[in-house]
């Protein structure tokens, strides 16, 4: 299992090129079971969970190539299986993605139920609740989501709780509906609205999509396009924290800031100073960080998928700064790894109290997800000495070569296979 070995206290300066959103991709390349036509991606960035929705699909029917200018063609002239089966879907939750284009292409769909995960739960009640508004059958036996319906017909669904999958896969199910769906308290996540952007070149009558309510008027069939896939927001803050914490000067490129701009407002209420243009954002790393509190809220607050760097950024800010999570239930794996670097956290069930500034040492730690993984290598960066980063294999789900982009703009870090 490949490990990262990081020497802390150097300062980051540079350029770095933001990659492609990880969690646009996935929905835009599960949106290519809606058409025979071919679907051609670009700025997909190649990490595991796209090599994961590559093997997915082509189980399905799916011809695809990856070429090395991150472009992807996709066509899936008839779909050859409906199931999603456990082993895909235990390794990436995001193949439920593919439950709404399979039902409504062709009616039916297997797809495994993907349990829980080290952030929480993770129950998946919504969507298919949702499904069954708009006139699917579903049945959950041996594992298995089982839905079947005739053509599916539009309808008014009011999701209980935000959730962005759900939205994408009901956006995705109710554009072939007969007639009208109004989707209520949807996710306003960018990533929504760069899926409904694709649907709507590739034929669907989308309205609303990055405000709460969405309409869709559905349509008997989607064509082929060409879509660019948004920078990824969450590249994008984790790289603004290491510039912070580093006190470094990073420009990144390829990001629009409208999609991050609560962790701008949050980093410069922590004293960081940024320049935020049309498709880039530079920091400023000061000397002395200012503590902060935060509060993980759906698209435009604060993302959760942030919350474990922004940690790492508090363990270096002088005072003490109070991190609410409120989206899973159990997302401070990273707190005792940090600790263990000598950060002094405190957790009271779904908050963590941060004392800073702590002087950090490496250690030998492990990533139990995504985005821990990425705050213990934040944490590597500033810690005294050596660190090591075990299970790696969390990080490259969502980063592409991170260790590359760090070690270009100064990073002292390299990858042990
Ligand atoms: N929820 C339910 N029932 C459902 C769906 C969600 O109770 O049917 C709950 C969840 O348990 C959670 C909350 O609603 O408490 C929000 O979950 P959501 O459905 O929005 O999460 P998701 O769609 O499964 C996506 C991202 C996550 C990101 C969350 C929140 C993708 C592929 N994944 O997950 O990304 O944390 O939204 O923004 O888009 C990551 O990239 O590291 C990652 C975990």
Redesign the pocket.
Known sequence: MDKLRIQGGQQLEGRIQISGA???A??AMAAALLTSDELILENVPYVN?IYTTRRLLRELGAQIELATDHSVRLRIPKIESIEAPYDLVKTM??S??VLGPLLARTGRARVSMPGGCA???????????GFEKLGAQVRTEHGYVEASCERLTGADITF?????????NLMMAAVLAEGRTVLENA?R?P?VVDLANLLMKMGAKIEGAGRSTIVIEGVRELKGTTHRIIGDR?EAGTLLVAGAITGGELELTGIHPAHLMSVVEKLRENGVALDVGAELISVYGPHDLAPSDVETL??PGF???MQAQYMVLATQSNGISLIHEN???NRFMHASELMRMGANVRLDGSRAIVAGKTKLTGATVIAS???ASASLVLAGLVADGYSLVDRVYHLD??YEKLEDKLRSVGAKIERLK
């Open positions: 990880k969690n646009s996935l929905p969970d939750r995001a439920v993605l952030i929480g739960a993770r129950p998946i009640n919504l969507h298919l609740k209980d709780k935000i959730t962005v999958t759900g939205t994408e996710a996540e990533e969450i759906e698209f993302p959760t998928d989206i899973f239930e997800d995504l985005r789900r969502g």
